[in-house]
């Protein structure tokens, strides 16, 4: 007698368990767009005292929170692409904003799927290809809109085609369309894997009317080296203004007018105003997708499913909030590449622990393919951190540095120079080569190096300090061997290459 019903029963079994028997756990990847640790309570800045951010760091108070994680290029197409792949930008391709990621490099949700998951992506993608690596996909087209968003959706037309119109705050939607997923749209007899994405708090920070005046009475603290920061954006070498600021310092971007500030105010009044304006701004949007977090994590709490999914919060990379008298992102200084990381995973972290292992995010993909038991992809460069969540030592063999490279030489009006570098965990080495991948637009070469123990917002380019040298030189010869093992070199820039040389 056939009984179709069971073999269809031992089948969403064996999908949801790992091969020693346990229960797979789900994993909820909840990433905002420049959402940058100094805006997120939990890591204790300036910030923190403001509260911005509770129902994130009631994540962190369940689990660990990271405190070296970085990005190896701080532009939000890259990274995404990093954190899909498990692999550093020349591998995959995706070097700067116009950047794609097609289907046969979706790496992670093939994978997953592989393992038995349904998986979805939610909101942001912004690497131009279809997400049809996912079985479900509701997401933004390129950078999408604050209000009453549009979204792209599988269908019989081509994908782009294929839309779906809504009303309110892209924070609110993204959540809405995420919660119906979770409640309506899956199998829920296998473990999910949800890449849920905000829009905010990406610049230029629209809120949800009901955030008006959240903070309208507060003032926010300024970073100390706000003010009377050089009109040069790095090194003693440059010898003009680089970098998008807040104070007149840095106009390039133009902040204060985008911000409607009084352009006839003085130093430092402007600066503080249009601070002042910045931050709110950003915090409304922070204090949004805060709030939405918390309803994701209600709904799993409400459905019984919290204690077997693994949530993480992270954002696509750092954000300069008036650090250097600088906005927006780009620099490899730590308050851009800095990514926040907290994992809750009840049954693998201790509640409140923190970790300190030097990671980027092309070890994100391969550490929930571990969590999920499942085959991490040989093409991956990254590593699984799983044994930094068990509280474990820290391998003998695990990096020592973590690379970076922003390949958009003066883009925009924001005006920051390709540059590259690593960073250990207490110095840092850069070296701005500063021009086009075909050589052209050259801005001065310059080598920044950083203590980062004795000077942890980067004040004091140590580069050719006596004292220094041989942690310099060592740390040179660390950052060729990098560029090499990880592809990462500029054998293809002729242009680049020779300026290297001529200058290492």
Not at 148 to 162: A, H, K
Not at 246 to 263: A, C, E, F, I, M
Request: with cysteine; charged share 20%.
């Amino acid at each position: 007698m056939n009984y179709p019903w069971c073999i269809a029963l031992l089948a969403a079994l064996a999908l949801s368990v790992n091969a020693d028997g346990a229960e797979r756990p789900n994993i909820l990847f909840i990433m905002s767009d420049d959402h940058t640790t100094q805006a997120i309570g939990a890591y204790g800045s300036r910030l923190a005292s403001l509260n911005p951010t509770p129902n994130i760091d009631a994540l962190a108070t369940r689990g660990m929170r990271f405190d070296r994680v970085f990005c190896n290029n701080s532009i939000c197409t890259p990274s995404r692409a990093s954190i899909l792949t498990g692999q550093y930008s020349q591998s995959n391709g995706v070097l700067d904003l116009t950047g794609n990621l097609p289907v046969d490099k979706q790496y992670l949700p093939v994978a997953m799927g592989d393992a038995g998951y349904e998986t979805a992506m939610i909101g942001k993608w912004h690497l131009k290809q279809e997400p049809a690596a996912f079985d479900y996909y509701c997401v933004l087209p390129n950078q999408g809109a604050y209000f009453d968003p549009v979204f792209r959706v599988r269908g019989e037309l081509p994908w782009t085609r294929n839309k779906i119109t809504t009303k309110g705050h892209s924070s609110d939607v993204i959540t809405d369309v995420s919660l119906e997923w979770l409640r309506n749209g899956r199998d829920k007899s296998r473990p999910f894997f949800l890449m849920h994405h905000f829009k905010a708090p990406h610049d230029m920070f629209h809120n949800a009317k009901r955030y008006d005046d959240y903070l309208d009475d507060v003032t926010i603290p300024e970073p100390d080296n706000l003010h009377g920061q050089p009109a040069a954006g790095f090194g003693s070498a440059a010898t003009r203004a680089y970098g998008a600021g807040v104070t007149k310092n840095h106009p390039s971007w133009g902040l204060g007018k985008r911000l409607g500030v009084d352009q006839s105010l003085e130093k430092p009044v402007y600066g503080q105003t249009v601070y002042q304006k910045f931050l709110k701004r950003y915090l409304r949007c922070v204090k949004g997708v805060d709030d939405n977090v918390g309803r994701l994590v209600e709904y799993l709490q409400q459905s019984g499913e919290l204690e077997n999914t693994i949530v993480i919060y992270t954002g696509d990379q750092g954000f300069l909030l008036g650090e250097h008298d600088f906005t927006d992102k780009r620099w490899m200084y730590d308050e851009s590449m800095r990514m926040p990381f907290i994992v809750c995973c009840p049954k693998t972290v201790t509640p409140g622990s923190s970790n300190g292992w030097l990671i980027n995010n092309t070890d994100f993909a391969p550490t929930m393919l571990a969590l999920a038991g499942a085959e991490i992809p040989a093409a991956m460069q990254g590593r699984s951190f799983v044994a930094a969540l068990k509280g474990q030592p820290k391998p003998n063999d695990w990096r020592t540095s973590t690379y970076y490279r922003y390949w958009m030489h003066l883009a925009h009006s924001l005006q920051v120079p390709g540059h590259f570098g690593i960073r250990s965990e207490r110095y840092k080495l850069i070296f701005f080569y500063g021009c086009r991948p075909d050589g052209s637009e050259q801005t001065p070469v310059a080598w920044e190096f950083y203590d980062l123990q004795k000077d942890p917002f980067e004040m004091h380019n140590l580069y050719g300090v006596a004292q220094y040298k041989s942690i310099v030189d060592a740390m040179k010869v660390e950052l060729r061997q990098t560029r090499k093992n990880l592809n990462e070199t500029d054998a293809q820039y002729p242009q680049i290459q020779a300026i290297i040389d001529q200058h290492w």
